[in-house]
């Protein structure tokens, strides 16, 4: 007899636990303004990414082409896997002196995994993190990318 | 547990099937060579390396605020919680004292790594014993959690957001409003997620009495975390050698005593409501101070041994530093949980069918990078 009751318990509480569940996911069908999901392609236009969002490393030039990097190379030693390469060249100023200027500041964004140490180091805060996240290529080649523009000077006062 | 099988197999023979490296329960490239009769597993041989990237290798031969960032990589659900590790090791090397600012941010961000953690091992975890919805549901809720991450440390799941002396910016001005936002919807979810998952009864079925480990056995085989605190092994190293601001906060440690594997998944839902006490205890006031220290440029460890241990969501993580002195580190050694937490996999399914290999290895909630690293 006790094991009569019994199954016949384990039957009913069985069937409670499972319209239990179904309560749940039934409250979210017939709620659909509970819905969380972007539409992710067709938002572009108002889809805007926190900012500090670390997409890649991106160099800001003023409206004149300059930038604030000096070409001093700290970025460059505090890279963790090589992304950064500092090619930098030796110019004579309006003094007469020699100064040490970037020529092309490489960025291998395939390599790059986003630690941030490059920014946190870099003394003229020259460099810093884009929003842009969608980095696919066809070619990998395309990921390795020169920040400094072309044509471009350092600002002044910038040491 | 272990019946006649009817099979036209020879008693003495065995099928061995590789379950993996592409498996879509064994959530990573983990090789599980089974040995079975009929249904029922005879022997269980995990085979690993399958992503092993010698991240032990590599930190000999970087500084160390480099270390940090690969880190992230090892247990990458735990991954703000690996970071703090490898940053209070060299602390302790240096003997610097964060502020207490620093402290309590760590120790906020480490809990919301607990709640996610917790909250993508439900969800996979009823999507591994058949439930699709708890994998909705259960990254709905986690997006929350990394949208406060990805406002404030920048990246979503590997964060790098701790460096040795602090941290490597200030928390953003939204930070505690939306932390207590979620805390705020989460309570009033969580119980959702057992009304859901937790009281059905196919779930419980399939769980209660699977893959049993007793206490001394989670002893012997050095299984921590929630494994180890369902089979009553008193663990939790926030609690025995607290670390950042955890001897600052109330909390209890979740210890079942039955060591199956519904009650390794009890003592995680119990743990996140013990993470959001811990956070609701710390949100509203944060002390005032600076976010980092100054340290040098180039980061010289003295000659000796270091260690620390920490607890990541899956158990503790240990980080053991010999220095030469170098501004590299001599050796580093990671103690990995899930690493430890595998090798007990052929003692719990030993005599237990197929379907309830998948269950107790998703009760594991192993990462595999972690384990290979």
Sequence with gaps: MN???????GIFNGLRSLLQGLGVTGKYFFKPGTTVTQQYPDNRKDLKMFDMFKGEVIMPHNDKNEHKCTGCGICEINCPNGSIEIISATIVNEDGRKQRIIDKHIYHLGMCTFCGLCIKACPSKAIEFGQEFEHAVFDRRKLTKVLNQPGSKIMKGVE | MEEEVKAPVPEQEEYVINMGPQHPSTHGVLRLVVSLRGEIVRNVEPHIGYIHRGIEKMCESIAYPQIIHLTDRMDYLSAHINNEAVCLTVEKALGIEVSDRVKVIRTILSELTR?????????????DLGGLTCFFYGLRDREMVLDIFEETCGGRMIVSYNCPGGLMNDIHPNFQKRTKEFIKYFRETLPEYDRLLTGNVIFQERLKNIGTVTREQAIAWGLTGPVGRASGFSCDVRKHNPY???DRVTFNEILYNEGDSFHRYKVRMDEM???????????????????????????????????QSVETARG????????DGNKNPYRVKFRSPNFVHLAPLNLMSKGAKIAD???INGSLDLIIPDIDR
């Design chain 1, 3 to 9: 094991s009569f009751t019994g199954y016949f318990r």
């Design chain 2, 115 to 127: 709640i996610q953690s917790h909250q993508l091992f439900w969800a996979t975890f009823g999507m």
């Design chain 2, 244 to 246: 950042s601001a955890y």
């Design chain 2, 273 to 307: 409501w013990e993470s959001m006490n811990i956070i609701e205890q710390l949100i509203d006031n944060i002390p005032e101070g600076s976010y980092a220290e100054k340290m040098k440029p180039v980061i010289k460890l003295p000659e000796g041994e270091y260690f």
């Design chain 2, 316 to 323: 503790e993580l240990g980080v053991y530093i010999v220095s």
């Design chain 2, 357 to 359: 290999l998948v269950a």
